[in-house]
């Protein structure tokens, strides 16, 4: 072990958990096992030890006794021919674990080896066909070979004594079809082949497998019908077989013995047999986004927890036997013909956390019963036909967050005991018959942060609403009258503000003006006057059949000769009376824009940001000569210290130009402390996190080159970005035409840079914000990710009782973070999902109030008809650049989809992106 011990100590990351002056014992070492007397080492796990070099690896065969060896998780590119040689060699050797590595090249060929029974080289970059490379492996019986890069057809010779139990080859390119030969392993308990190109139906034979207790089919290109005889086999509980092409119905007795059931996104059709849900054993059901039609089966197990039936053709009465399953957690009936009236019974499922009846055709009021499910957090009842006032009793759900009654025919007012869902973070009543005003106890709820109350018949004074309104706040198509009220002055997070259609009256207040994140400003239809302030360029203002309104700054086309002469004394007389105040304002407009992306922030400079803050600590991160020569903090902080060099604000940072006395411009990111959510526990844990940011190596993430440590905030350093952000290349104010060429190769790199963080072999670096304001731009061709470190100096959990209200940017939040309080790998799929649709359609992810995901997945043309989706100014342009955009799509709509268990991993989605061209 001394030889051993020597070569660990020198090719492992520190610190070094070994200490043989100590603890001379090996037995004693952490990772060490051995037999009962300590006579013998039987288990090496030396998982995490920041293991890089490959040629240490044979040492490890030289002990003789070893049954398991546990590699996992380290920095290895490569398994050499001697330690094949060699540990091939060692007699009782059981267990080998390569996984999440850094392996590249063809699957070595496993000689010798005759007891192993266990091989995981799952989460690497091995790459090829696999032919008899396994054949050896007579004893194996679990193998994990998924999330790498083998191509070629499934490999059917694994052991010559077919003892496998467990075989795990997910997330490849395996193509062609399943071959029957699988079915030679019967002791088969797991098959999981989700995400490859899989085509063709399930085998036959697989019937015979008698032991199977799961069985993964899900992300490929499977076809035919869901086979019958996975009804016979008894032990099997689990069954994923979403995002293929399977048709026909769903076979009769299916779910018998099954615990989980997923057949969603396929072609299937006809009825849902009425036994289907009776399974005793059967807990979650997932037949989403299908075909079938007929009425959902009254007769239903108690244990059920999860029932997704949501984007059929369902239609008949929600049956009131639901009242019965008192363990019912999720459940999702939306997007069908539903009639009826929503069962009281509902009221009696105590556990709901998640109740969707949204797009039916409901009717009747709501029942009060409602107000039982103490447990909801999110009620969907939109696009219906219900009548009838709000219940008092669902103001009382006071775990509520997300509740959305739009597009009904609700009546009555909107109740001041709304005030009573202290969780709720989205509240959705447009398109209603609501009257009276607003009730002023709106203002108590802390955590909303998006508010739609349009097309109703609402009036009365707008009062004080809650400062955290973020995603849209929309009253338009209401009778409001009068000034626009200074109450939406505090409003200073707030994206969307609409309100068009009412009969406001006087000027556009100047505060509009200053409200930074806003995106889109809706005031047409109005009978606003006066001249229309300047705002950010960033800003989309709509002020149309206002006939009071003088837009000075408009940049339309001039009008025609005719309505020219009839309109230019008023705009004359206009323009000289007010030529001074102009004057003096566009100078300092011309003045503050001279900076590409400057925005307009003053009013949310504190006095202290004018003074330069008082350094504690400043360290150089980065090993680049150039750098470390041209970053001087003290010049840094003299830029900090004015907003005019601000170029950028998003929700938790501000970045600042920063130009060195070399002449070298970097950004300066000041993170912002307000909410109080950030987990410092020192100042020292601070910089150990982001020491470890600096190391990475990857183009198209932006890595900390230096930080600065004040007395109340944190200053980062990167390189540069002279393009700016995605958002404003694709919809702001640089106004960029981008082809499709540009659109892609940004869209392959981001889905690297992330694809990088999500496998960093010291652990998956997840996202708290992932959109298009957090992507910046090089070149046109060249994004970088950026805000990778705040999911290490934020903790969620801290600053609100909703991570929705915390983690990302509004119309990129995954719909499962209103009910979560994890940020997680499918979560930054969604979020770069809404990125593709971003870039494939043109639109922002919010617009108009309307998120983007939810416009595209309703767009009635979707069904192989994706000309109203797709940016026509650029599909237009060849039926080549269409078809790549449709195969873009695709990959974009299965990253948004609801479920976080569809999403492919990011891995695949690359892989799945560079296949689309």
Request: aromatic content about 8%; some cysteine; hydrophobic content about 40%.
């Amino acid at each position: 072990m001394n030889r051993l011990y020597e070569l660990l100590h020198n090719n492992t990351g520190p610190p070094f958990p070994w200490n043989v002056t100590k603890n001379p014992d090996p037995c004693s070492w952490k990772g060490v096992t051995c037999s009962p007397s300590n006579s013998s080492i039987i288990e090496l796990s030396l998982s995490w030890f920041s293991l890089s070099s490959s040629d240490i690896l044979s040492e490890f065969c030289k002990i003789d006794t070893l049954e398991s060896l546990d590699l996992s998780n380290n920095h290895l590119s490569s398994i050499p021919d001697q330690f094949i040689t060699d540990c091939g060699g060692i007699s009782g050797l059981k267990v080998l674990n390569f996984s999440r590595n850094r392996l590249v090249g063809s699957l070595p060929t496993f000689y010798g080896f005759g007891v192993l029974e266990y091989l995981d080289l799952s989460h690497n970059y091995l790459s090829g066909t696999i032919g008899l490379q396994l054949d050896g492996l007579n004893g194996l019986k679990t193998l994990n070979l998924s999330d790498n890069q083998f191509n070629g057809s499934v490999p059917t010779h694994l052991g010559k004594l077919n003892l496998l139990e467990e075989l795990e080859l997910s997330t490849n390119f395996f193509q062609g079809d399943i071959p029957q030969e699988i079915a030679n392993y019967g002791n088969l308990t797991l098959i999981d082949f989700s995400v490859n190109h899989l085509s063709g139906s399930i085998p036959d034979r697989f019937g015979e497998l008698s032991k199977l207790k799961t069985l993964i089919l899900s992300a490929n290109y499977l076809s035919g019908e869901i086979p019958q005889f996975l009804s016979s086999i008894g032990t099997l509980l689990r069954f994923a077989a979403n995002q293929n092409k399977f048709k026909g119905t769903v076979p009769s007795g299916i779910a018998r013995y099954l615990r989980n059931l997923d057949l969603s996104y396929n072609k299937l059709n006809g009825t849902i047999p009425g036994d289907f849900l009776s399974s005793s054993n059967l807990q979650s059901v997932d037949l989403s986004n299908n075909s079938l039609e007929g009425s959902i089966p009254a007769n239903m197990s108690a244990n059920l927890v999860r029932i997704r039936l949501g984007s059929n053709s369902l239609s008949g009465i929600i049956p009131s036997s639901f009242g019965m399953l008192h363990n019912l957690m999720y459940l999702e009936l939306d997007s069908n013909r539903l009639n009826g009236s929503i069962p009281p019974e509902l009221g009696s499922c105590q556990n709901l956390a998640l109740l969707n009846l949204a797009q039916n055709r409901l009717s009747g009021g709501i029942p009060p019963q409602l107000g039982n499910l103490s447990n909801v957090q999110v009620l969907m009842l939109q696009f219906n036909n219900l009548i009838g006032e709000i219940p008092f009793q669902i103001t009382q759900l006071h775990r509520l967050q997300r509740l959305n009654m739009s597009w009904n025919s609700l009546t009555g007012s909107i109740p001041a005991s709304i005030s009573s869902l202290q969780s709720l973070t989205n509240l959705g009543l447009q398109n209603n018959n609501f009257r009276g005003p607003i009730p002023s106890s709106i203002r108590s709820l802390n955590f909303l942060i998006e508010l739609q109350l349009g097309k109703n018949q609402l009036s009365g004074t707008i009062p004080e609403l809650p400062p955290r309104l973020q995603i849209s706040l929309n009253l338009s198509n209401n009778q409001f009258e009068g000034p626009i009220p200074h109450s939406l002055a505090g409003l200073t997070q707030l994206e969307v503000l609409d309100l068009s259609d009412n009969r406001f009256s006087g000027d556009i207040p100047d505060f509009l003006t200053q409200m930074t994140v806003l995106t889109q400003l809706l005031l047409s239809n109005n009978q606003l006057s006066g001249v229309v302030p300047k705002f950010g360029p960033h800003v989309n203002v709509n002020i149309t059949g206002n006939k009071g309104l003088i837009n000075i700054t408009s940049s339309s086309s001039p009008p025609s000769p005719k309505k020219r002469n009839k309109v230019a004394v008023a705009i004359v007389i206009a323009v000289a009376a007010a030529a001074l105040a102009v004057g003096v304002v566009a100078l300092i407009a011309v003045k503050v824009s001279r900076r590409l992306y400057r925005i307009n922030d003053e009013h949310l400079q504190s006095g202290e940001d004018l003074h330069q803050p008082q350094v504690i600590q400043g360290n150089l991160l980065t090993a680049n000569g150039m750098h470390r020569l041209n970053i001087d903090f003290r010049k840094a902080m003299e830029a900090v210290a004015h907003p005019t060099n601000i170029i950028l604000k998003t929700r938790f940072s501000t970045y600042y130009k920063a130009v060195m006395p070399s002449g070298a411009s970097y950004f300066v990111k000041k993170l912002n402390w307000s909410d109080k959510i950030f987990q410092l526990g020192s100042h020292g844990k601070f910089g150990e996190e982001l020491e470890v940011l600096g190391k990475l190596s990857n183009s198209n993430i932006m890595t900390p080159l230096a930080y600065v440590l004040t007395v109340d905030s944190a200053y980062l350093f990167y390189e540069f970005a002279q393009n700016g952000t995605l958002f404003d290349v694709l919809h702001g104010r640089l106004g960029y035409d981008m082809d499709w060429e540009t659109r892609y190769s940004i869209a392959i790199g981001v889905a690297q840079g992330l694809a990088f963080l999500h496998g960093c072999p010291s652990g998956p670096i997840l996202l708290l914000d992932v959109s298009s304001k957090s992507i910046l731009l090089k070149s046109l061709k060249e994004p970088q990710v950026g805000d990778i470190e705040l999911c290490k100096v934020i903790d969620p959990s801290k600053g609100t009782s909703s991570l929705s209200t915390v983690a990302g940017s509004v119309g990129y939040i995954p719909p499962e973070y209103a009910y979560t309080m994890r940020i997680t790998m499918a979560g930054n799929v969604y979020s770069f999902g809404v990125i593709l649709l971003e870039l494939l359609t043109g639109k922002p992810a919010v617009s108009q109030g309307t998120e983007l995901t939810k416009w595209v997945l309703s767009n009635p043309a979707q069904q192989n008809k994706w000309d109203n989706t797709l940016d026509l100014t650029v599909s237009r342009k060849s039926v080549a650049i269409r078809s790549q955009m449709v195969a873009v799509l695709k990959v974009a709509l299965a990253c948004v989809s609801v479920s976080p268990q569809a999403r492919p991993k990011m891995k695949s989605v690359l892989r799945m992106l560079l296949n689309a061209r």
